[in-house]
């Protein structure tokens, strides 16, 4: 089985909004549906969206010219809680996108699991 995990990362230039998108980030996430399998648990982001959102480091080009939007990430968690296929699904440009891929990268995850075996 295959897992795909979508991560909405949102490069805004006022710092007290993107704690507010990550909130809409952590529930947007608790409402994608998935197959259902018995026992089945998704990967889980250590530390949660705020763990990615703190590392962003907003690109000088995007500064710049006050570039702002959202950077979508398709990627998929192997059972040993690595990143691999990071894929944009929505691209603004300017360095985000490539900055969006290297805090994803570098995450840390709890791999899924399907009956207490972890899954890629």
Known sequence: MKISIFILLSFILQPNIILNESNKVNSA????SFNNFENEKMPELIGGINSI???IIYPKEAKEKNIEGKVY???KITSKGKVEEIKVINSIGFGCNEEAIRVVK???WKPGEINNIPTD
């Open 29 to 32: 996430l608790k409402n994608i």
């Open 53 to 55: 959102q703190s590392k």
């Open 73 to 75: 990430i398709k990627c």
């Open 106 to 108: 570098d995450s840390l």
